[in-house]
T-cell receptor, first 117, second 111 residues
Framework: DAGVIQSPRHEVTEMGQEVTLRCKPI?????LFWYRQTMMRGLELLIY????????DSGMPEDRFSAKMPNASFSTLKIQPSEPRDSAVYFC???????????????FGPGTRLTVL | DAKTTQPNSMESNEEEPVHLPCNHS???????IHWYRQLPSQGPEYVIH???SNVNNRMASLAIAEDRKSSTLILHRATLRDAAVYYC????????????FGTGTSLTVIP
């Protein structure tokens, strides 16, 4: 298996532009997570899905952020409009759901480094 | 939501054992204790997890206190490749909860 795939790996955009980050989870995994990492705040969970359904989005910073999972093999995280403070590394992770959320390890993608000028 | 507390940094000599502590005094009965590590410029990597009993795998051992309010990740022989940030987090068995990775423990391995 290729692991969790994220695209793009790097994104540089200007303030006000729409940014879309993409994630392909490991085949067969039922849970998908979006994280953001900054020096100031560390690694934060933004939202996660079980069986394509959003379960907890309380970590999404504001309405400018939205995430979708239209099918089991694809998810997007969109920022519209983007701001300089959104600059961070965004990670996607997936895991099986067998036996419950906590019973399974998460597999992380390589991340997308976003820079908003 | 249950959170964890870890030291900001630790040092170890190469080929010596390393004990990384984590406090989680507000842990609930169905919270699993997970450990992940992150090497520079990479995504986090799973290390080990457990519920009540001590756990061993090829990477490390996890020692869980009897009251489950603390745990220790044990690297039996530190290598230079173990230099990373180690995160201890609690993940609820079912339902919704926030997983707080925080800032972890930065481990330096001295040759």
């Amino acid at each position: 298996d290729a692991g969790v795939i994220q695209s793009p790996r790097h994104e540089v955009t200007e303030m006000g532009q729409e940014v879309t980050l993409r994630c392909k989870p490991i085949s067969g995994h039922n849970s998908l997570f979006w994280y953001r990492q900054t020096m100031m705040r560390g690694l934060e969970l933004l939202i996660y899905f079980n069986n394509n359904v959003p379960i907890d989005d309380s970590g999404m910073p504001e309405d400018r952020f939205s995430a979708k999972m239209p099918n089991a093999s694809f998810s997007t995280l969109k920022i519209q409009p983007s701001e300089p403070r959104d600059s961070a590394v965004y990670f996607c992770a997936s895991s099986p759901l067998l036996g419950g959320q906590g019973a399974n390890e998460q597999f992380f993608g390589p991340g997308t480094r976003l820079t908003v000028l | 939501d249950a959170k964890t507390t870890q030291p900001n940094s630790m040092e170890s000599n190469e080929e010596e054992p390393v004990h990384l502590p984590c406090n989680h005094s507000t842990i609930s009965g169905t919270d699993y204790i997970h450990w992940y590590r992150q090497l520079p410029s990479q995504g986090p990597e799973y290390v080990i997890h457990g519920l009540t009993s001590n756990v061993n795998n090829r990477m490390a051992s996890l020692a869980i206190a009897e009251d489950r309010k603390s745990s220790t990740l044990i690297l039996h022989r530190a290598t230079l490749r173990d230099a990373a940030v180690y995160y201890c987090i609690l993940i609820f068995l079912f339902g919704s909860n926030q997983f707080y990775f925080g800032t972890g423990t930065s481990l330096t391995v001295i040759p």
